[in-house]
T-cell receptor, first 113, second 118 residues
Framework: DVKVTQSSRYLVKRTGEKVFLECVQDMDHENMFWYRQDPGLGLRLIYFSYDVKMKEKGDIPEGYSVSREKKERFSLILESASTNQTSMYLC????????????FGQGTRLTVV | AQKITQTQPGMFVQEKEAVTLDCTYDTSDPSYGLFWYKQPSSGEMIFLIYQGSYDQQNATEGRYSLNFQKARKSANLVISASQLGDSAMYFCAMREGMIKAAGNKLTFGGGTRVLVKP
């Protein structure tokens, strides 16, 4: 059974803290994605990566960075968390250059207080 | 500019009836793929159906079919014989540049919430 696993389901952090959201996939996918989901706005792409150490900005990269040191793991970093980063964060992965769907993790609901 | 537009924020449908969810997209790339996902209240994203830009026929998967009109840049999802379990958010998504060497970003629309009434 294919799996994308996010390290936490729920997270509460304080303003100004550095926050790490981890995502691991076991499907040997080249592409990995980080989205945030807010009511009425759908899923907005923050960053994606198509290979180890490669990253591309999505539509809303400000305030975020990412790390992909190993193929199976893609980390989202909030350098200094702010209350407007309170959201649901979804990780996904897919094959590169092949016409297949992306698989999603269960999501991390982050609250910044 | 919005790449994927879903104009219906929410809709009701009677059980056993069909429902059409609208999706329009914008791309200049000749090679792209369109996806529909379902997100129930539990939060997981469930892949439903896929349509490639070069596919000659409209995609179908069980009760789901995709009404693909390339010239109009629309890819509407049709759910036939709605069931109570179809109540969920539905997202349309697009991957462009399928033949690129680099990865292809997957862009989503704002979603449509469907509520099936008994």
């Amino acid at each position: 059974d294919v799996k994308v696993t996010q390290s936490s389901r729920y997270l509460v952090k304080r303003t100004g803290e550095k926050v790490f959201l981890e995502c691991v996939q076991d499907m040997d996918h080249e592409n990995m994605f980080w989205y945030r989901q807010d009511p009425g706005l759908g899923l907005r792409l923050i960053y994606f990566s198509y290979d180890v150490k490669m990253k591309e900005k999505g539509d809303i990269p400000e305030g975020y960075s990412v790390s992909r040191e190993k193929k199976e793991r893609f980390s989202l970093i909030l350098e200094s968390a702010s209350t407007n980063q309170t959201s649901m964060y979804l990780c996904a992965s897919s094959y590169r250059g092949r016409i297949t769907e992306a698989f999603f993790g269960q999501g991390t609901r982050l609250t910044v207080v | 500019a919005q790449k994927i537009t879903q104009t219906q924020p929410g809709m009701f449908v009677q059980e056993k009836e069909a429902v059409t969810l609208d999706c329009t997209y914008d791309t200049s790339d000749p090679s792209y793929g369109l996806f529909w996902y379902k997100q129930p209240s539990s939060g997981e994203m469930i892949f439903l159906i896929y349509q490639g830009s070069y596919d000659q026929q409209n995609a179908t998967e069980g009760r789901y079919s995709l009404n693909f009109q390339k010239a109009r840049k629309s890819a509407n999802l049709v759910i036939s014989a709605s069931q109570l379990g179809d109540s969920a958010m539905y997202f349309c998504a697009m991957r462009e540049g399928m033949i690129k060497a680099a990865g292809n970003k997957l862009t989503f629309g704002g979603g449509t919430r469907v509520l099936v009434k008994p």
